[in-house]
Nanobody
Framework: QMQLVESGGGLVQAGGSLQLSCAAS????????MGWFRQAPGKEREFVSS???????YYASSVKGRFTISRDNAKTTVYLQMNGLKPEDTAVYYC?????????????????WGQGTQVTVSS
C-alpha cells in the first residue's frame, strides 16, 4: 500500500497562487507516476497533471502554462504549483500514484489516491 496525504489547499483570490503538496509513504516513490486530478461539485474527476521521474510531464490544456508539477524524491513528495488561478479552478484536488504507464491522464491508471484538498478561487 502507498499512503498519500495532500496539503496546501485553501481560499485564494483570482490571479493568486497556491502550492499543493502530496507526501507519499509505503512504497518506492520513484517507481510511480504521480498525478494530480480535481473534481468540482457536480462534475466528474478530471486530469490536471502527471509526472514520471523528474522531467516527463503532462498537463491538461486548461492548466498548461499556469500550473507546474514537480517532485522531491528525497522527501517523497510531489507538488503542484498553481499560478494565475481562476474561479473555474475551484475543486477538490487529489494526488494519485500509479505504475500503468504514461501519460497517466486517466484516473483508472492510478492505484493509490489521497483524501483530497479543497481549493477555492474567488472572483
Amino acid at each position: 500500500q502507498m499512503q498519500l496525504v495532500e496539503s496546501g489547499g485553501g481560499l485564494v483570490q483570482a490571479g493568486g497562487s497556491l502550492q499543493l503538496s502530496c507526501a507519499a509513504s509505503g512504497r518506492t516513490f520513484t517507481d510511480y507516476i504521480m498525478g494530480w486530478f480535481r473534481q468540482a461539485p457536480g462534475k466528474e474527476r478530471e486530469f490536471v497533471s502527471s509526472l514520471w521521474r523528474d522531467s516527463i510531464t503532462y498537463y491538461a490544456s486548461s492548466v498548461k502554462g499556469r500550473f507546474t508539477i514537480s517532485r522531491d524524491n528525497a522527501k517523497t513528495t510531489v507538488y503542484l504549483q498553481m499560478n494565475g488561478l481562476k474561479p473555474e479552478d475551484t475543486a477538490v484536488y487529489y494526488c494519485a500514484a500509479g505504475r500503468r504507464g504514461l501519460p497517466g491522464t486517466q484516473a483508472l491508471e492510478y492505484d493509490y489516491w489521497g483524501q483530497g484538498t479543497q481549493v477555492t478561487v474567488s472572483s
